[in-house]
């Protein structure tokens, strides 16, 4: 039993370059999250799902598309990446708003 | 929309000691508090949560306290170990929203 599993786990890109964050999870759940983590901001979130074929802008979506292709799998693109972007991007799953929710390993990504 | 502040930004104790944090928050309906524990480069972790039907809730060594009149609840851990140093993050689930908004984390270090 994965949980949720995220890929890459590190990446490098250079500005105006476009990139696509993968989520999965295997917990049956309705609900899907993207945040991102910068040094003493905690996680700021970007954009959720809070059900399959609902999508919600979150505190930051400013340069970020989702897709929630299944109920299974929530992606996040970067259109046109910039230097701003770079952090650490976590992608979260529960049961429902009001429970726990379950994070992924996180995908580093740099943006040069 | 949800605003939490969290206090201190962190937090040095000597093992055996019990260590408090505590945070605010600004919505009134906001009815899910989960605290999480992030390691050094890994995952945040649902540590504890408590819904606002109940003040107290306690799991061994950690227990949350919930004050609705003051919108305020707090982390306890009681006999701290080394093993608890890590960042710990709180957060609120607005009455209205789908959404945890999370607290800007606080750095704990468990000194021997």
């Known amino acids: 039993n994965a949980g949720v599993t995220q890929t890459p786990k590190f990446q490098v890109l250079k500005t105006g370059q476009s990139m696509t964050l993968q989520c999965a999870q295997d917990?049956?759940?309705?609900?899907m999250y993207w945040y991102r983590q910068d040094p003493g901001m905690g996680l700021r979130l970007i954009y959720y799902s809070a059900s399959e074929g609902t999508t919600d802008k979150g505190e930051v979506p400013n340069g970020y598309n989702v897709s929630r292709l299944n109920k299974r799998e929530f992606s996040l693109r970067l259109e046109s990446a910039a230097p701003s972007q770079t952090s650490v991007y976590f992608c979260?799953?529960?049961?429902?708003?009001?429970?726990?929710?379950?994070f992924g390993d996180g995908t580093r990504l740099s943006i040069l | 929309g949800e605003n939490v502040e969290q206090h201190p930004s962190t937090l040095s104790v000597q093992e055996g000691d019990s260590a408090v944090i505590k945070c605010t928050y600004s919505d009134s309906a906001s009815n899910y508090f989960p605290w999480y524990k992030q390691e050094l480069g890994k995952r945040p972790q649902l540590i504890i949560d408590?819904?606002?039907?109940?003040g107290e809730k306690k799991d061994q060594r950690i227990a949350v306290t919930l004050n609705k009149t003051a919108k305020h609840f707090s982390l306890h851990i009681t006999e701290t170990q080394p093993e608890d140093s890590a960042v710990y993050f709180c957060?609120?689930?607005?009455?209205?929203?789908?959404?945890?908004?999370f607290g800007t984390g606080t750095q704990l270090k468990v000194e021997l």
């Open positions: 979260a799953s529960s049961d429902a708003s009001n429970q726990p929710q379950h």
């Open positions: 957060a609120a689930k607005g009455g209205g929203g789908n959404k945890l908004t």
């Open positions: 408590i819904r606002s039907n109940v």
């Open positions: 917990m049956n759940h309705n609900s």
